[in-house]
């Protein structure tokens, strides 16, 4: 028989989840907008906006109702620290990739620019380390968590060069300013999805193994996971 506390406790699993389906459809959503100029797609990111929050709230009550009637222990608890703590960052990046969608409208209605990075390289990064960070939580695979954390550097290095090479071909011409501009805040902020995911991945090695590596660099990363 399941009992109160495992059923709560897989809604909360089960809504963050539904979350995170979201997260991913408005990141490509966002992505498909900018590259093809799709304006639909732009406006239905901006759109799922509300079910996100709703959904962040409804988390927020249930990681609550177990803590008070529950009074979890050890792994228990650090699953329902963990799962607040991936709450909030879903959430930001639900908001992250609405901003890109109306950078994808900014450029739509602006002159045509041909864009001079690959973009769908760098967004295609960040969904997969979305992705992997989720299942990891799902699985309680600290592997797999930590396989997200070395992604990251692949992450900003890519946004490093791309944020030069825009630099410079806005240098060549002022009627490439604007939309340039606006290009330089979508890589930006794929960089700091990239960075949520992180967090996720850091929550996971923190309900799994109970260690926490925030601010660590790679190498104590790795080595407390050895420890």
Known sequence: MVSKFDDRRERLKNELLEMTSLVEAGIRGSMLALVESNRAAAEEVCRSEGRINAIEMAIDQLAIDLLALHQPMATDLRFIIASLKINTNLERMGDLAV???????????GPNVKPVIDLPLLAGLVQSMVRKSMDAYVAGDAELAQSVLESDDEVDALYA???????????????NVKPTLDLLVV???????????????EDVLFYVKGVD????SLAQRLSGQNA
Do not use: C, K, P, Y
């Open 99 to 109: 901003s890109i969608a109306h950078s994808a409208l900014g450029l739509i209605d």
């Open 161 to 175: 060069a791309s944020h030069q090479r825009l630099v410079e071909f806005m240098q060549l011409d002022s009627a």
């Open 187 to 201: 890589i930006r902020t794929l960089e700091r999805l990239a960075d949520h995911a992180t967090n996720i991945a």
């Open 213 to 216: 590596v925030r601010h660590n």
